[in-house]
């Protein structure tokens, strides 16, 4: 049996972080820190960038930190974005457009970790909602749009046109 504490590489530990930091953004947004939990996402962004770098740089890209990844950035860039607006608007069309927001991460991530795809991405990587939803949020977007706003997100998260790839 493997002992994933072992297994852990440098990188694994900045995902941790990111985790860590996504989980943050959701408690200040229950406690209505609307800002600190924006600045928060656009953080996890960084720390989603840096992940990959860093397990490149020292060449210990495993398995392992590819499930680690996607498991973190669920947390980040799906459960996070839900949290930060949830309180600015919960109609019941709002809050449909969250749980098929969530579920399109699901599945675009799930859909990410099995496919050999090295050159581009297929749809818009989850990560991006890091960085557009607190811009939406720091530009004033009325609240009353982010059912729609949500709900086009998950559609182009499941998409299937080519994103190309910043880092590789």
Not at 29 to 44: G, N, Q, W
Not at 83 to 107: P, R
Not at 145 to 167: A, C, D, E, N, Q
Request: proline share 4%; aromatic share 12%; glycine share 6%.
């Amino acid at each position: 049996m493997v002992n994933p504490l072992k297994e852990l590489k440098t990188a694994d530990f900045v995902t941790l972080s990111n985790a860590v930091i996504g989980l943050l953004s959701i408690l200040y947004s229950i406690k209505k820190e609307f800002v600190i939990a924006a600045i928060l996402l656009v953080l996890c962004v960084i720390l989603d960038g840096l992940d990959g770098l860093i397990a490149k740089r020292l060449k210990q890209t495993t398995e392992l930190g590819k499930q680690l990844d996607s498991l973190a950035d669920i947390i980040s860039f799906g459960g996070a974005p839900v949290a930060l607006v949830y309180s600015l608007n919960n109609t019941t069309l709002a809050i449909i457009s969250y749980i098929f927001f969530i579920c399109c991460g699901i599945l675009r991530l799930a859909r990410y970790n099995v496919s050999n795809i090295k050159d581009y991405f297929q749809g818009m990587p989850i990560t991006t909602n890091g960085i557009l939803i607190p811009l939406f949020f720091f530009i004033k977007v009325p609240y009353s749009y982010y059912p729609l706003i949500y709900f086009i997100l998950g559609i182009l998260m499941i998409s299937t046109f080519k994103v190309k790839r910043v880092f590789r």
